[in-house]
């Protein structure tokens, strides 16, 4: 298990900015062109590409099952356990984060897939709307997008032997957003900036601690 330094706020505001002018590229060329090239291929109808996003539900439930563990057998942990609840803290702060963040941008959605919400396919709605509240507007971040970084940026840094599986696991769930028009790819950009940078600082604490040795008698 590794431990990494934190982050400077230089480091942050950099990656943000290049996060923001990929979004805004996104924005303005590439996610109207993915959406409707989706669409047209009917890639939907592979029902691998919806297993992909089911990927985030098993990271949900470990999550809740391993805080469960955790407080069972807090009086127990050691260091390998102590690595698992950074990733499930990452989880945690990366799904509140990601639902206030959908609200600061109302973004409409790809498709029409839930109460009817307005669309750029089903409506030619297409845009931001700012502080509005309700499903239509939840589009961005990606929220699946952003459980799926921060999980598998966690497990990247704290299990280095696990990294083709982090790296898979995040590329699949993307892959099966977009795929099944759930997503724009600004939407998918923006939720793996942020859930890496929560899972990056999260994981960038204090190494944890061997538990106290017992002082030798006599």
């Known amino acids: 298990m590794h431990s990494?330094?934190?982050p400077s706020l230089r480091h942050v505001l950099l990656s943000l900015m290049?996060?923001?002018?990929?979004?805004?590229?996104?924005?303005?060329?590439?996610?109207?062109a993915v959406a409707f090239w989706v669409d047209r291929a009917d890639l939907r109808?592979?029902?691998f590409f919806e297993y992909c996003t089911h990927l985030v539900d098993v990271v949900v439930w470990a999550t809740v099952l391993y805080y469960g563990y955790c407080a069972l057998t807090w009086?127990?942990?050691t260091a390998q356990p102590r690595a698992l609840l950074k990733i499930a803290n990452s989880v945690t702060i990366a799904v509140f984060m990601k639902d206030a963040l959908k609200?600061?941008?109302g973004r409409y959605?790809?498709?029409t897939w839930i109460n009817h919400n307005p669309s750029l396919l089903h409506d030619n709605a297409y845009g931001f709307h700012p502080f509005h509240v309700g499903t239509a507007f939840q589009s961005f971040?990606?929220?699946?997008?952003?459980?799926?970084?921060?999980?598998?940026?966690?497990?990247?840094l704290n299990f280095p032997r696990w990294r083709p599986v982090a790296a898979l696991g995040a590329l699949l769930v993307i892959v099966g957003l977009l795929a099944n028009d759930y997503h724009f790819v600004g939407d998918c950009?923006?939720?793996?900036?942020l859930g890496t940078t929560v899972a990056v600082y999260v994981s960038s604490g204090r190494r944890t601690l061997a538990p106290p040795q017992t002082k030798p008698q006599g």
């Open 109 to 111: 959605w790809p498709a």
């Open 4 to 6: 990494s330094t934190t």
């Open 75 to 77: 009086r127990h942990n």
């Open 45 to 47: 109808r592979w029902r």
């Open 103 to 105: 609200v600061v941008f």
């Open 18 to 32: 290049v996060c923001a002018v990929l979004v805004t590229i996104c924005y303005a060329w590439v996610d109207p």
């Open 189 to 193: 950009v923006a939720g793996a900036w």
């Open 141 to 156: 971040p990606s929220g699946h997008t952003t459980v799926a970084c921060a999980a598998m940026a966690a497990l990247w």
